[in-house]
């Protein structure tokens, strides 16, 4: 899959194409809308997530390895606004795609890699503070379930997609072999994020 996430033919420069301008308008938006109620608690956020950008862990069961910073995106989901989380989210993955790396990636991957986390983000954070959820009071535990789910698909299903068009496979053998089993972890994410928030929430930092 490393050498898929290094190339991509002709037909698949469209979708990374789409996909980057999609994840730039989301990250317009966060900027934009930005809202940040207490931002030493945002940077205190950022900067943990940032320095463990580099840390990655191998899991039993899937071939890629998995970063630590995704539950720093996850407890984002929870503890901070749309706009800090996708700006979260992207700055990490900016710094991932340069710490440890073998071979400078080249500014269409960066792109592709920070735009599939802008929307990943997005639309994570969008669930988990949906207003109708919240105002027919539905269960922090299921909401982040699904911000979870949303955040698992859209940040693995379109590097299955560009691999699978690289090596001309199914989108389907490539996400199920390098992906799909990695979703336990991060419904684990969630689960540890949710009881990190109710750990802060405990000591008298509010959340959104």
């Known amino acids: 899959m490393a050498a898929a996430e290094q190339q991509r033919p002709g037909r698949g420069r469209g979708e990374s194409g789409v996909l980057s301008r999609m994840g730039a308008v989301s990250l317009g938006m966060a900027v934009a809308g930005w809202d940040s109620p207490d931002l030493l608690k945002f940077a205190g956020f950022l900067v943990v997530a940032t320095l463990s950008a580099g840390i990655q862990f191998n899991a039993p069961g899937i071939t890629n390895a998995l970063s630590l910073s995704l539950l720093f995106a996850l407890f984002g989901v929870v503890e901070l606004t749309g706009s800090e989380t996708v700006i979260l989210s992207c700055t990490f993955t900016l710094v991932q795609c340069f710490w ?21 983000a997005t639309v994570a954070a969008w669930l988990y503070h949906e207003p109708w959820m919240r105002a027919n009071q539905v269960e922090a535990a299921i909401r982040l379930a699904l911000a979870t789910t949303a955040f698992f698909v859209l940040n693995t299903v379109p590097v299955a997609l560009a691999g699978a068009l690289a090596e001309e496979v199914s989108v389907w053998a490539v996400w199920q072999e390098c992906y799909f089993w990695s979703f336990p972890y991060y419904l684990g994410g969630g689960v540890v994020a949710l009881l990190a928030s109710y750990a802060v929430h405990l000591a008298g930092w509010p959340t959104v």
């Open 100 to 120: 440890n790396q073998k071979r400078r990636p080249s500014l269409e991957q960066v792109a592709f890699k920070v735009a599939t986390m802008a929307l990943a």
